[in-house]
C-alpha cells in the first residue's frame, strides 16, 4: 500500500512540474512583441532666447505635457527607434513686458527623431539612450496691452536628447504579466531625460533656441 502511495505521490509530482513548465512557457509565449514605444512626459521648457519685443526677452519657465510615439524596428544588439512626438504647452500666459504691457506666447511643436537605447537584455534594469531629430514649432504672440505680433510664425530647429530608463516592470514582474495579459503593455519605465533645440531656421524667424528638463513614465508594447 505504501508502495503506490509513493508511485502515486511521484506521479502527482511530476505532473505538477509538468504543468507548471507548460503554464511558465505559456505565459512567456503569450508575452507581447515589443514593437511600439509610447512615452508621456512632463516637461519644463526654457524659452529664454524669445524676444516679446526689441527690449524684452523671455522671462518665464514654459510647462509642457509632452507625448511621443515610436516604431521600434531593430532590437537586436539595443532598440533602434523611428518616431514622432508633440507636446501642449502652457505657462507662458501674460508675460510682464516694459511700458506695462503684457503678451502670451502660444506654441504648437512638431518633432522627427530617431533613438538608441543601450537595452541588451530584456527589461535591463538602467537603460541609456539618445535620440537626434528635428522640430518644427508654430508660434503666435498675443496681447491686449500693445504686444502683440500679427500671424503665426515659425521657428525650425535640431534637437539632441540623452536620458536615462528605469525599468518598473524588472521590480514587480508579476504586475506586469498582468499588465500585459489585460492590456498589451510589456514594459514599463520611469524616464528622465535632457533636450536641446537649437535654431536652423532663416533670419529673422523666432528664437526658441531652448532646453528641455522631462520626467515621466515610458510604455513598451
Known sequence: MNKWKAL????????????????????????????????????????????????????????AVHVAFEW????????????????????????????????????LPLEGFLS??????????????????????????????????PGTRAYYGRDLSLGLEICLSKIDPEASRKLDRSVGINSTYLVVEYTQSRSIGPAGSPNLSHDAYRAGLRFEL
Not at 75 to 104: C, E, Q
Open 8 to 63: 502515486l505521490g511521484i506521479c502527482g509530482t511530476f505532473f505538477s512540474l509538468q504543468l507548471w513548465g507548460f503554464t511558465t512557457e505559456t505565459a512567456t509565449m503569450m508575452e507581447s512583441p515589443l514593437n511600439f514605444g509610447l512615452d508621456i512626459h512632463y516637461s519644463a521648457v526654457d524659452y529664454r532666447n524669445y524676444a516679446f519685443t526689441d527690449a524684452d526677452t523671455n522671462s518665464q519657465l514654459g510647462h
Open 72 to 107: 521600434l524596428p531593430v532590437k537586436s544588439l539595443g532598440k533602434l527607434g523611428i518616431g514622432f512626438a508633440t507636446a501642449g504647452v502652457f505657462g507662458l500666459s501674460n508675460v510682464p513686458l516694459s511700458g506695462n504691457r503684457y503678451a502670451s506666447l502660444n506654441v
Open 116 to 149: 538608441y537605447r543601450a537595452e541588451y537584455v530584456h527589461q535591463q534594469v538602467l537603460v541609456p539612450y539618445v535620440k537626434a531629430g528635428a522640430s518644427v514649432l508654430w508660434v503666435r504672440q498675443t496681447s491686449e496691452t500693445g504686444a502683440e505680433v
